[in-house]
Structures are given as structure tokens and as C-alpha cells.
């Protein structure tokens, strides 16, 4: 992640936004994952707000997300990608509930304050559905 922040610092600096997944893996969904601070860095460095957004899937198909079908959208562990990415082509519709929260100010504060203020504003909107 370090090799990366100058990246994102210029694309920043440009006054383009980057997305960025915090939690620096992918997981099954049951639970928020501790932020990696390091890339928030650029946005302090930057001095640009960050704008926390929270993705609860809601349903497959018509189906309601649970353990059994879950794996269809999350990728995790030891799964290949290629065919995980080939059935999540096939699904017809993900129903999804978008959370935009209230955005951080990252003047004078440090790289681990931001990523626990992030993490704590998503948390409290995160749902693990089962």
C-alpha cells in the first residue's frame, strides 16, 4: 500500500476522487474488518475530505442475502476469481442499499485517528443480513 500513495496523492492533488476499500482484503461479509490507515494518508497529505460509503446487499435474484448465497457476490478466501467473476455475471439483479455518510475532515489529524473515525461511522451502518 505504501508504493500506491504517491499514486493516489497525484490523482488527488489533481482534484480527482479515488475509492478506496479500506479494510485491504475482501471478506464474506459477517463483520467490518479493521481500516489499513496508510492510504488515508494521501487525503491528509492532500488536505481533501473522505467521504465514507457503506454497501449492504439486501437480496440476489429476489432472494434474501444469507449464508447460503452469499459466496454468489463476495469474494473471499481461498476462491478463484475468474469463475466467482463469471457467476456473478449470471445473477440479474443485486438489490443494494447505499449508505453515503457525513464527510471526514482530515485537517490536522493523523492517518490512525481518520481510519477509526471512518471505520466507526460505517460500523454503526454496516448489516451483515443472516
Given at each position: 500500500?505504501?508504493?500506491?500513495?504517491g499514486?493516489?496523492?497525484?490523482?488527488?492533488?489533481?482534484g480527482?476522487?479515488?475509492?478506496?476499500?479500506?479494510?485491504?482484503?475482501?471478506?464474506?461479509?459477517?463483520?467490518?474488518?479493521?481500516?489499513?490507515?496508510?492510504?488515508?494518508?494521501?487525503?491528509?497529505?492532500?488536505?481533501?475530505?473522505?467521504?465514507?460509503?457503506?454497501?449492504?446487499?439486501?437480496?440476489?435474484?429476489?432472494?434474501?442475502?444469507?449464508?447460503?448465497?452469499?459466496?454468489?457476490?463476495?469474494?473471499?478466501?481461498?476462491?478463484?476469481?475468474?469463475?466467482?467473476?463469471?457467476?456473478?455475471?449470471?445473477?440479474?439483479?443485486?438489490?443494494?442499499?447505499?449508505?453515503?455518510?457525513?464527510?471526514?475532515?482530515?485537517?490536522?489529524?493523523?492517518?490512525?485517528?481518520?481510519s477509526?473515525?471512518?471505520?466507526?461511522?460505517?460500523?454503526?451502518?454496516?448489516?451483515?443480513?443472516?
Amino acid at each position: 500500500m505504501i508504493k500506491d500513495l504517491g499514486s493516489v496523492s497525484k490523482v488527488l492533488s489533481d482534484g480527482l476522487n479515488v475509492v478506496l476499500f479500506p479494510e485491504g482484503t475482501s471478506t464474506n461479509g459477517e463483520a467490518i474488518l479493521p481500516f489499513k490507515k496508510t492510504l488515508f494518508r494521501a487525503a491528509i497529505q492532500c488536505g481533501v475530505e473522505i467521504l465514507p460509503v457503506c454497501i449492504n446487499y439486501i437480496s440476489i435474484d429476489g432472494v434474501t442475502l444469507n449464508k447460503k448465497n452469499r459466496d454468489l457476490i463476495y469474494w473471499y478466501g481461498d476462491m478463484k476469481f475468474f469463475p466467482h467473476f463469471i457467476n456473478l455475471l449470471r445473477i440479474k439483479q443485486i438489490n443494494v442499499q447505499l449508505s453515503i455518510l457525513p464527510a471526514i475532515t482530515t485537517t490536522k489529524m493523523t492517518s490512525d485517528k481518520v481510519s477509526k473515525v471512518a471505520y466507526e461511522s460505517i460500523k454503526k451502518v454496516y448489516q451483515a443480513s443472516w
